[in-house]
């Protein structure tokens, strides 16, 4: 096998484990909390990064982290994975998988525009038009499939959803500007982002020994959906000639979790919701050719 097959490979593999991220999530939030859900997802997910690091050899880039990387993933780790979790988990709740799932595909749009401010990236009119183009169907999924009738569908799942998207953004412009080894990075935000996950349901009273439905959803989430999706996609893109040859695989993902959410939900694919992902996902592909 070719060293770029072995790039597609992974990075298939990737696609298909969060392809499975939206069920999970709402079959799992049946028997958990979004908090609760997180709080052992998130554990699952450290010891497995752990495992890695450690058949890897790279033990010693944990020792050799300055006080600057901890500050570095001690923010980082709040934003992802206990917050952007948190408010993506909660709307989820809250909402259709099939919604839910759908809007938090528009965090590339978001990332474009924080850029403009965060990076002193600058965007032309084709841009900013594809830009238009997602929003326009971020609008559409968030009224329902009635554009024109301004009125929200459900207002605080919509912003919740929406909310977690400027969350993952805000995380992705940091995690760029810090240069330290993927996996390591990946370990600390769990690792530390479990301990503020630990701290929140403490305070909030939110721990329970978890029913065996519960605990294999939120392993599955954690091993599939956050540890391992994360390091065969990072493994895919260095393995790849150029990472537009496997990054342009991602737009399979909302696809297929649609077909997933439907088959293993039972929600039934609303047009509102496969119009909205159309336009969507034309707005974000136009935006990568301008």
Request: proline share 3%; net charge positive.
């Amino acid at each position: 096998m070719t060293q770029q097959n072995k790039a597609y490979l992974f990075a298939g593999v990737a696609v298909l484990m969060w392809s499975t991220a939206g069920s999970a999530f709402k079959l799992t939030l049946n028997y958990l909390e979004p908090a609760q859900m997180l709080l052992f997802a998130s554990f699952i997910s450290a010891i497995v990064l752990l495992i890695i690091i450690l058949l890897q050899k790279k033990w010693a880039l944990i020792r050799l982290t300055t006080r600057k990387q901890w500050l570095d993933s001690a923010v980082n780790s709040f934003l992802n994975p206990f917050l952007y979790y948190v408010i993506l988990l909660y709307a989820y709740d809250i909402l259709l998988a099939q919604e839910a799932m759908v809007l938090n595909y528009a965090w590339p749009v978001i990332l474009t525009i924080l850029s403009v401010f965060m990076l002193r990236q600058k965007i032309g009119w084709k841009s900013f038009l594809a830009i238009l183009i997602s929003f326009a169907g971020i609008w559409v999924i968030a009224t329902g499939g009635h554009p024109l009738a301004m009125q929200f569908s459900n207002p605080l799942g919509t912003g919740l959803a929406l909310g977690s998207t400027i969350i993952w953004a805000l995380f992705w412009v940091n995690n760029v500007r810090d240069k330290r080894d993927e996996v390591i990075k990946l370990f600390f935000n769990f690792a530390l982002g479990f301990i503020y996950i630990l701290i929140y349901c403490l305070v909030m009273g939110k721990m329970i020994i978890p029913s065996g439905y519960a605990l294999a959803g939120a392993a599955y989430i954690g091993l599939f959906e956050m540890s391992l999706a994360f390091f065969f996609w990072l493994k895919g893109l260095r393995l790849s000639a150029t990472t537009a040859k496997v990054s342009n695989l991602i737009f399979i993902s909302p696809v297929l979790s649609l077909i997933l959410i439907r088959i293993f939900v039972g929600e039934p694919i609303q047009a509102a919701t496969a119009a909205g992902l159309v336009l969507i996902l034309t707005g974000i592909i136009l935006q990568r050719k301008f």
